[in-house]
């Protein structure tokens, strides 16, 4: 009887390691991936340029990671054209960035930081990526890394935005 104690204790000894180990992982919820393909839509004058403006996705995805903390991760890869909805000027695009979003409850900014090529409507009020503030509405593309910090404290707004690469203004490209 002896012999068996001492085999049932380390089994015992085992479970407890395997339950205590396989705690975190149950406890754990496992990330919600979401994959689609974008639709296309339509900034009036004002969102984005002075003038109305189509975007017209081609081909690709937009695929979006939600983990339990909250944070958000986000691939795209979408070309496409926009499009002047009065001189049917169309401007390609190749979107290929990476993001990861993130929000905080306590001061009500979402931050965005994104690398890759991506494009961003700036409206008044929000922080001008060029310095100062944006008095006219834009639609700049961006090939490098940006952070945008979004204050939803009152109307949402760029309170920040800071970026490294190289930045297109679409909408003079569209004109």
Same mark, same amino acid.
């Given at each position: 009887?002896?012999?068996?104690?001492?085999?049932?204790?380390?089994?015992? #000894?085992?479970?407890?390691?395997?339950?205590?180990?396989?705690?975190?992982?149950?406890?754990?919820?496992?990330?919600?991936?979401? $994959?689609?393909?974008?639709?296309?839509?339509?900034?009036?004058?004002?969102?984005?340029?002075?003038?109305? *403006?189509?975007?017209?996705?081609?081909?690709?995805?937009?695929?979006?990671?939600?983990?339990?903390?909250?944070?958000?991760?986000?691939?795209?890869? *979408?070309?496409?054209?926009?499009?002047?909805?009065?001189?049917?000027?169309?401007?390609?695009?190749?979107?290929?960035?990476?993001?990861?979003?993130?929000?905080?409850?306590?001061?009500?900014?979402?931050? &965005?930081? +994104?690398?890759?090529?991506?494009?961003?409507?700036?409206?008044?009020?929000?922080?001008?990526?060029?310095?100062? &503030? *944006?008095?006219?509405?834009?639609?700049?593309?961006?090939?490098?890394?940006?952070?945008?910090? $979004?204050?939803?404290?009152?109307?949402?707004?760029?309170?920040?935005?800071?970026? +490294?690469?190289? #930045?297109?203004?679409?909408?003079?490209?569209?004109?």
């Amino acid at each position: 009887m002896h012999r068996l104690a001492r085999p049932a204790g380390g089994a015992v #000894i085992a479970l407890a390691l395997a339950l205590i180990g396989a705690a975190p992982a149950a406890a754990a919820t496992p990330p919600t991936r979401t $994959v689609h393909f974008p639709t296309g839509f339509v900034m009036d004058p004002g969102q984005g340029c002075a003038f109305a *403006v189509r975007g017209v996705p081609v081909t690709g995805f937009s695929a979006v990671t939600t983990f339990s903390d909250g944070l958000v991760m986000r691939s795209v890869r *979408v070309k496409g054209y926009y499009e002047n909805l009065d001189t049917h000027t169309t401007y390609w695009v190749n979107d290929t960035w990476t993001e990861t979003d993130v929000w905080d409850e306590t001061t009500q900014l979402y931050t &965005i930081t +994104s690398s890759g090529q991506v494009d961003v409507p700036f409206w008044p009020g929000d922080a001008n990526p060029l310095g100062g &503030i *944006v008095t006219d509405s834009a639609l700049y593309r961006f090939a490098g890394t940006t952070v945008n910090v $979004v204050d939803f404290n009152g109307v949402p707004r760029t309170a920040e935005f800071r970026w +490294s690469g190289r #930045i297109t203004d679409v909408c003079a490209a569209l004109s």
